[in-house]
């Protein structure tokens, strides 16, 4: 029998020829994109998979001038307005696999997904959530899904900056694997060992990591847990900068490419 992340169920221990094959599960690929960068992830994740995709198409689209975006968004955040979207090709309630793509918009997910969440539609279903974003983690967005919509059974989040969409197929590829829908080694990913003073190796580390970045001038390491990976090891990293900590999240692969910061949540 096989595992699919939260719809894992045990198998009964009877012979083989007794055994009834588990029906396949439908599975659709959602997703709201802007700048097409998350619509580069959400193809990527109907290629590997096979599974059915639409975008999330707000009835009026948003401007790709950002400050414009950026002041609309705003003001539908602040109002708790919700924009109107156009109407689906395909009918969800007849999936039982959502992976909701969306950009993070001020840490959480964009508004046109919130007028998705919003309908019910996707209650009673499996979501499976990807993000992209210039800086922020999925921390928030994920805390927002399980607290305001408890309906939906929601997987762990994966998200990729948008600076580090060649680190994506793999970010991705061990998500599928882990959910049972693509073949590959299994790999459930170590807790962060516990919080320690950085070493001058750690910190030389997050230095580099860091240094690309201008937004983070001016923030040291404070600590560091670590865990090891297939691909090498990933650093949580409290940071502070002007009294303020953060956790950002680093990664040094074994191919020896300079290490580079994933996420930060402040």
């Known amino acids: 029998c096989s595992v699919l992340g939260l719809l894992a169920t045990a198998c009964a221990s009877k012979p083989k020829t007794e055994q009834a094959a588990e029906p396949a599960k439908k599975v ?3 997703y709201y994109s ?17 599974a059915d995709i639409e975008a999330i198409t707000p009835a009026n689209a948003y401007s790709s001038d950002y400050g414009e975006l950026i002041k609309r968004s705003q003001e539908e955040i602040q109002g708790n307005i919700l924009p109107e979207l156009k109407p689906f090709a395909h009918n969800v309630a007849d999936y039982d696999i959502i992976f909701l793509g969306y950009p993070l918009w001020f840490g959480t997910y964009a508004q ?9 539609v996707l209650n009673g279903k499996t979501v499976v959530p990807f993000c992209t974003s210039g800086s922020s983690g999925v921390k928030q967005s994920m805390n927002d899904l399980r607290s305001d919509y408890p309906a939906i059974q ?17 970010a991705v590829d061990r998500v599928l694997i882990n959910l049972g829908l693509i073949e590959g080694q299994n790999e459930a990913l170590a807790d962060y060992s516990a919080q320690q003073a950085p070493t001058a190796e750690e910190t030389e580390i997050f230095n580099a990591a860091i240094s690309t970045y201008p937004m983070m001038n001016g923030t040291t390491a404070v600590s560091v847990g670590s865990r090891t990976t297939s691909l090498g090891t ?10 303020a900590k953060m956790d950002i999240y680093v990664t040094k692969e ?13």
């Open 112 to 120: 046109p997904v919130k007028t998705l969440l919003a309908s019910g």
């Open 154 to 170: 929601v997987a762990d989040c994966v998200g990729v900056r948008s600076s580090l969409m060649n680190t994506m197929p793999a």
């Open 234 to 243: 990933d650093y949580k990293f409290v940071g502070e900068a002007n009294g």
């Open 28 to 30: 659709l690929v959602l």
């Open 254 to 266: 074994n191919s020896g490419a300079a290490p580079y910061f994933t996420a930060v949540d402040r």
């Open 34 to 50: 802007v700048t097409n960068t998350t619509k580069q992830m959400a193809e990527y994740i109907q290629q590997k998979t096979g």
